[in-house]
C-alpha cells in the first residue's frame, strides 16, 4: 500500500482541501496521512468563516514525529495545496527534502493554490510568490488552474496556444509533469470541462461535460482532481491512465452533485464511482 503526506486546508463543513482529498485518495486504497495548514468552519467561498492558520512550526514537527517513530520512509508521496500563510511554504520544502532523503523514490505534488478573489478564494500574501518562486522548481508534478498557469509562469495565456506554450514553459522549469485542471474560456470548446495533462512525452488534451451550478459552483473540485490524480499514479497506472480515470471520476462527481442540487461535492455519495467511474471520456494526444 502506498503513502501521501497531504498539505492542505481542513474545513469542518463541506468540501475542500484534504476534506475533498483524503477520503478520495483513501478509496483508491492508498493511506493518506492529513496535516491541516488551516482549520477553517467552512471553505472561504461562503465569505464567512471561523478557524485559524496552523503555525508554521507544526509541519516540521509532525513530520519530526513520524520520522521518529521510523515511519517517515513509508512516505511515497507529498502533496501540497492550500497553504495558510507564506512562512508555511519553506516547512512544506524542508518535509519533502527530509521525506526524500529518507525515500528517494517518493514524489513532491504541487497543487498551486493562488487564490481566486472573483470566486471568493482568498490566499495570504506571498503565498503566491513562493508557489512561483520557489515551489514550482521542486515539484515533480503541478497542477495549475488557468489563473495559476499564468501566475506562475508570468505569460499570456489568452487562448489554447498560449496556454499550451505555458505548459512546456512549466516543464521546462523542473517538474516531470503538468496537469492543467480547467482550461476556462482558453479550451478548445467552451461548452466544455477541458484538461491537459504535460510531460516530456508528449501533451494530451480530455473534454467532458461543464456542469452548469445556480448560483455558484462547488469548491474543491481541483483539490479532488490533484488526489486522484496522484492516488492512480501511485497505484502503478500511467500517466495517461490516471489522467482519465481522475477526469471521468470528477465528472462522475460532478453529475452526481448536480442532480443532488447540492454546492458543496457529494463525495460520500459518489463513492462508488470514484472508484469505478462511468463516465468513459479518452484523452486525446494534441503533441
Known sequence: ???????????????????????????????TW?????????????????GMVIPKEQIGEITQGIDEINALHECDAVLSGYIGAAEQGAEILAAVEK???????????CDPVMGHPDKGCIVASGVSDFLRDEAMAKADIIAPNLVELGELTGLPVENFEQAIEAI????????????????????????KFEMVLATQSGIWHISRPLHEFVGRDPVGVGDLTSGLFLANLLNGKSEIEAFEHTANAVNDVMSITQENGKYELQIIKARDVIMNPQSTYKAVKIA
Open 1 to 31: 500500500m502506498k503513502n501521501v503526506l497531504s498539505i492542505q486546508s481542513h474545513v469542518v463543513y463541506g468540501y475542500a482541501g484534504n476534506k475533498a482529498a483524503v477520503f478520495p485518495m483513501q478509496l483508491l486504497g492508498v493511506d
Open 34 to 50: 492529513a496535516l491541516n495548514t488551516v482549520q477553517f468552519s467552512n471553505h472561504t467561498q461562503y465569505g464567512h468563516w471561523k
Open 99 to 109: 521525506i526524500k532523503a529518507k525515500n528517494p523514490n517518493a514524489i513532491y505534488f
Open 168 to 191: 512546456k514553459f512549466i516543464l521546462s522549469k523542473g517538474p516531470k509533469i503538468v496537469l492543467v485542471k480547467h482550461l476556462s474560456r482558453v479550451g478548445k470548446d467552451a461548452s
